[in-house]
Every structure is written in C-alpha cells, then in structure tokens.
C-alpha cells in the first residue's frame, strides 16, 4: 500500500509540473501586444528591351551588388539597326547640292562684264571729247552707249543669277538636311537602348526568385528575377485602436519570434510606417484584444541576423 501510494504522488507531482510548465509557457506565449509576419521590400527586375537573353548569371539565394551587370540581351537588331540610320545620314551628304562652283562662274563672267563696261565708258568720254572737236560721229557715241546698256544689264542679270542659283539650292539643302536632326535623335535612342540590353542590378539584396533563363526570348517590362534586400526585415503587425495612441513613428520596440516551443528569439525593431487606415483583422492575425474587428497596421524594421525569413510569424512587445 505504501508503495502504491508514494506512485500515485510521484504521478500528481508530475502531472502538475507539466501543468505549470505548460502554463508558464502560455503566459510566456501572451506577452505581445501585437503580432504578424515578416516581408521585405521586393523589386522585379524586368527587361527593358525586347531580344533573346544571352546571359543571365543569377541563382536564387545569389547575394548581388548594387549597379552589377548580371546579364544581357542580344544586341545584334539594335546595332544593324543604327547601322541603317548612319547609313542614311551620310547619304544626305550626297543628295545635297554644292552651289558655289556655279556662284564662281558667274561671278568670273561678271568681272569681264564690268571690264568690258570700264572700257565702253572710257571710250564713250573720248568719244564725245571727239565729237566736239568734229574727229567722230554720233554713230559711234550710239553705239557706245548700247554697248554699255547692255553690259549693265548683263551684269545685273549675272547678280540676280546668284541670288536665285544661292535661294534655291539653299532651300533645297534646308529641305534634305531637315531630316538630319531626327535621324540624330534616332541615333541618341538606339544608343540608348544599347545601353540597356545590359540588365544591370537595382539593389544590394538576394535573389528571390528567378523568372526567366540564358537563351529565352524577353519583350520589354517582361519580369527577369526578382530581389530583396534581407539585411533589414520588416514585420507587419497589426494593433488595436487602443493601442493606436501607444505608439508613434521611429519608437522602438522589441521583436519576438519563436526560438523553442517555450523560448523567444528577441530583436530590437523601429516603428517606421503607422497606417492612418483601419482595416478588418486578418484571420491569420491575433491581437491582445481579439474581440476587436477592426485594426491598424504598422511596419517594424527589424536587423536580420540570418534566421529572420520571409513569412516568418513575429510578435511585437512595446517599451
């Protein structure tokens, strides 16, 4: 009997140590005011031209440095492309007109022309000198005098030539080298879309997930990889609108995240973001008032020492 009954104590001792611990590990589990999971700012990197990708050197879980080149799209389009348009531009060269060989021509005539009249009205004054010494007649002075009339027009024809030779050529030039300037735009834009055939990275961050392989055929905003940046974490949870006036931005509070069935991991964590908004409580949410319906979200900014995931449940104690 007594060895049945030192059994039966040994049970109850036992049995209300468990008790105690299971306990003391709920009153441990309760000690949040707010809870919810983490995630991170993420980027999809899309591509921002449209080819076959020739190298993409990612892996999920790949750490990259901001500004790296990881790949690149083919180039060969885009470069027979410009190809064409410079193409183009020297022949504008050749559709042009170079007016000033002719402008000489005319302007050589005009200098014997008004040789020509220099000596007509020369020879016209010792004509008329002779005239009133009775030594010519006026026949001579009349022929002289055409002469002249006609030069001067001649000379006058010969100058109006180059202006019109000069207007029109300089219009039909303006009208050809008109289409230089957007052929040099067009230049600039292909230029500048060679540039991006290099799919450069945005952030310092890992890898997530990756969308697309080296050898794929890509169109422009289509997603390649996406990226986040793991070093610094966020948990979005969510308090009551009692809570509300508890907290502010850039407080600090403490982080917990479960170590063991009975332990806390904790961080310290910055309040950085109070939505002014409230919003439903999501089912997967628990807050210290669980009858309340409706509540806000907060974003925590959490150091993450590596065993921080995404998805991850946190709870959140306020100091």
Not at 183 to 206: F, W
Request: hydrophobic share 40%.
């Amino acid at each position: 009997m007594a060895i049945k009954y030192i059994t039966m104590n040994i049970r109850q001792i036992l049995y209300i140590s468990i008790m105690l611990a299971l306990t003391t590990g709920c009153g441990n589990k309760n000690v949040s005011d707010a809870s919810g999971t983490f995630e991170v700012d993420e980027v999809i990197v899309s591509s921002e031209v449209p080819g076959k990708i020739m190298a993409l050197n990612i892996e999920e879980g790949s750490l990259l440095a901001k500004d790296s080149i990881v790949g690149y799209i083919d180039t060969v389009p885009l470069g027979l492309q410009k190809a064409q348009v410079e193409a183009t531009i020297h022949a504008l060269g050749e559709k042009t007109m170079n007016v000033k060989p002719e402008v000489k021509y005319i302007k050589d005539q005009i200098i014997v022309q008004q040789s020509q009249l220099a000596n007509a009205e020369y020879e016209k004054a010792r004509t008329e000198r002779l005239i009133k010494a009775d030594a010519a007649t006026t026949k001579q002075l009349d022929d002289l005098n055409n002469q002249i009339d006609v030069l001067q027009k001649q000379i006058a024809a010969n100058q109006q030539e180059i202006k019109v030779q000069e207007t029109t050529t300089g219009t039909q030039n303006s009208t050809v080298m008109s289409e230089y300037k957007p052929l040099r735009k067009s230049v600039a834009q292909i230029d500048d879309q060679l540039k991006r055939t290099n799919i450069v990275n945005p952030i310092n961050g890992t890898v997530l997930t990756k969308y697309a392989l080296a050898g794929e055929e890509t169109t422009v905003g289509k997603a390649l990889y996406k990226i986040g940046d793991l070093s610094i974490i966020t948990l979005r949870a969510y308090i009551t609108g009692t809570q509300l006036a508890q907290v502010k931005l850039n407080q600090e509070v403490t982080v917990l995240v479960d170590s063991t069935d009975t332990k806390y991991r904790s961080y310290p964590g910055v309040i950085t973001w109070i939505s002014d908004k409230a919003e439903f409580t999501p089912k997967t949410i628990q807050t210290k008032d669980e009858r309340a319906n409706l509540v806000y979200a907060i974003k925590i900014h959490v150091k993450n020492d590596g065993y921080l995931k995404i998805g991850m449940y946190g709870e959140v104690k306020f100091k």
